[in-house]
């Protein structure tokens, strides 16, 4: 594209086009569009258009974040404003499922509701978009969703979704800011069979991602892209030794010498299981019931030997949902993103904390904040910044 600027030079034409163009629209104001089959369709509709990329660049740059609210100075147990520290945070993130239908009493994730009262439950906790990949984003970033991550980039490939999110704060992550603190930390990833797993990354591989889950074909098998947060960023899965290095399968982590075993959990970790074990598929690939069952299950084998681990390591498991039923009327006017990805609930678990249920409302961008201030990074991005820490989860918590 003549007079593209020299960055983009050999990138592929969607991605140039998007890059280059000037269009502003204003995404918060167009969410209720999203809202409901009908919502889906046009966001669908709009992803197949040859300009989808370039709408999706001027909503997100369109959007400035909130000034960063002065933090208290960090102690040797407490964070940033009033965030207590740990020295090791894991973060299990489970699909789609509504608050009142996980918790509720005909759930059959019994499992999960034991849980629920042996620890903090935060009933009025909310995803941020209705799609996974906005979601999985909004975690790490603090980023909004945008045309294509809200249709979890179905239309696209990997490469050329990936810059997207370069057009916020320069695609800057949860990941580069635990690099700068110096903070450890990996991502593990359910069913994939190697350290950075994930579909081909280049310009000239523009067919859409394939690995999507849902299937017994190798190698991906159930393991989803779109519910890998970190490969969605270039700085990330544009270089295969950082990659490696923080991405790993979830056998490294639970395997008999896996970072459990030999004691080498990172200070931050990610999980997120496969789509039958996230409970995203019912039934799941194998034919098995899927869906609240499969979760409680693959839950209640693997939770205990790492809620054990936190325990005795001054850890804190934080379990949440990536989205929630959709339901216009299910919002939450003091959350960051409004609550439009619907309520889901969330559970943290450590000796530390007062075990109770908290109302106030939190999202994805509180969780972020509060990742960041419990690592003494003052630094909040994007709509972290304007999102509410989740202090009221830590009351009573002990030093």
């Known amino acids: 594209m003549a007079g593209g600027p020299p960055e983009l030079t050999g990138r592929s034409p969607i991605v140039r086009l998007a890059f280059n163009s000037g269009r502003r629209v204003h995404l918060l104001a167009s969410r209720s569009a999203g809202l409901g089959a009908e919502g ?25 974040a909130a000034p960063i609210p002065a933090a208290r100075a960090a102690s040797p147990a407490f964070g940033l404003e009033g965030i207590p520290r740990f020295d090791h945070i894991v973060v299990l993130v489970e699909e789609n499922e509504a608050e009142s239908t996980t918790f509720g009493p005909s759930s059959p994730a019994y499992y999960l509701k034991r849980l629920k009262t042996q620890g903090v439950f935060l009933p009025d906790y909310y995803g941020t978009g209705h799609a996974s990949l906005d979601n999985y984003i909004a975690m790490v970033s603090g980023q909004p969703d945008n045309p294509a991550t809200a249709g979890d980039c179905e239309e696209f490939s990997l490469y050329d979704c990936a810059q997207l999110q370069t057009s916020m704060d320069n695609g800057r992550n949860l990941g580069d800011q635990l690099d700068a603190a110096h903070v450890s930390w990996k991502s593990y990833m359910d069913s994939t069979p190697t350290a950075c797993f994930h579909a081909p990354y280049s310009a000239a591989s523009p067919a859409p991602d394939p690995y999507q889950g849902d299937t017994q074909a190798p190698p991906a098998r159930d393991y989803a892209d779109r ?13 295969p030794a950082r990659c490696a290095a923080h991405q790993k399968p979830y056998t490294a982590l639970t395997g008999p010498k896996g970072d459990l075993a030999t004691n080498r959990l990172p200070q931050f970790a990610f999980i997120t299981p496969d789509t039958c074990h996230d409970g ?3 039934p799941c690939s194998n034919g098995r019931p899927g869906g609240l069952k499969s979760l409680d299950a693959w839950d209640q084998q693997n939770i205990p030997a790492l809620r054990n681990y936190l325990s005795t390591h001054n850890g804190l498991l934080i379990i949440n949902f990536d989205e929630g039923a959709v339901d216009a009327n299910d919002d939450c006017p003091t959350c960051a993103s409004g609550g439009i990805g619907g309520r889901t609930g969330a559970i943290l678990l450590s000796p530390r904390l007062k075990s109770g249920t908290v109302t106030t409302s939190y999202d994805h961008f509180s969780l972020l904040r509060t990742l960041e201030d419990s690592f003494g990074i003052s630094e909040h991005l994007n709509l972290a910044g304007s999102a509410q820490p989740m202090t009221g989860a830590f009351r009573g918590v002990s030093r």
């Open 40 to 64: 889906n369709c046009v966001r669908r509709n709009l992803l197949r258009r040859p300009f989808a990329l370039a709408v999706a660049l001027g909503a997100v740059g369109a959007l400035t």
């Open 227 to 239: 519910h890998n947060p970190f490969v969605w960023f270039p700085d990330f899965v544009g270089n």
């Open 280 to 282: 995203h598929d019912d």
